[in-house]
């Protein structure tokens, strides 16, 4: 049997020494890997909450488009005129109609600054009235967090 020395000891100590760093060092990149994978799914889910939010602003702004489209088309006779368009007041702001193509165009934006894109198309028997909502102010809805929402109905 092999007698213990101090020296032997010394050099089993050392060797436990690196065993305890690693070991360390592999737990700590377990729990940060853990916790960047939580990170990142609360952030994922936040950003959907808010989307969902989005979605919701984006389809009232338009339905505000629809009825403004559908209330000048029924009550001012002259806002989608071929020679002179009337414009109207709706939703706060006075909207003044623009034609390209066939089809009567306006932009406009709610009370709340939510921008609402419009067109009316009286070219066939039936009046086709789009609107598209948007849940940013005009100037952003090309924007990577701009949510639109579409409304379409012919009469």
């Not at 623009?98 to 419009?118: A, G, P, Q, R």
Request: charged share 20%; hydrophobic share 40%; glycine share 6%.
């Amino acid at each position: 049997m092999k007698k213990l020395t101090t020296n032997n000891y010394q050099l089993r100590i050392n060797r436990n020494r690196g065993f305890v760093l690693l070991f360390t060092v592999l737990i700590a990149s377990v729990i940060l890997l853990i916790a960047m994978g939580i990170t990142s799914i609360s952030y994922r889910e936040t950003i959907l909450s808010t989307e969902a939010n989005d979605g919701t602003v984006a389809f009232f702004a338009a339905d505000t488009g629809i009825e403004c489209a559908l209330y000048a088309d029924k009550k001012i006779p002259d806002a989608f005129s071929l020679v002179d368009r009337t414009p109207f007041s709706c939703a706060g702001g006075t909207i003044e109609v623009l034609f390209d193509l066939s089809v009567f165009s306006f932009e406009f934006s709610t009370e709340n600054n939510k921008c609402v894109y419009v067109s009316v198309d009286k070219s066939s028997p039936q009046t086709i009235i789009e609107s598209l909502g948007y849940s940013v102010p005009c100037e952003q809805k090309f924007g990577p967090r701009a949510v639109t929402r579409a409304i379409r109905i012919s009469y």
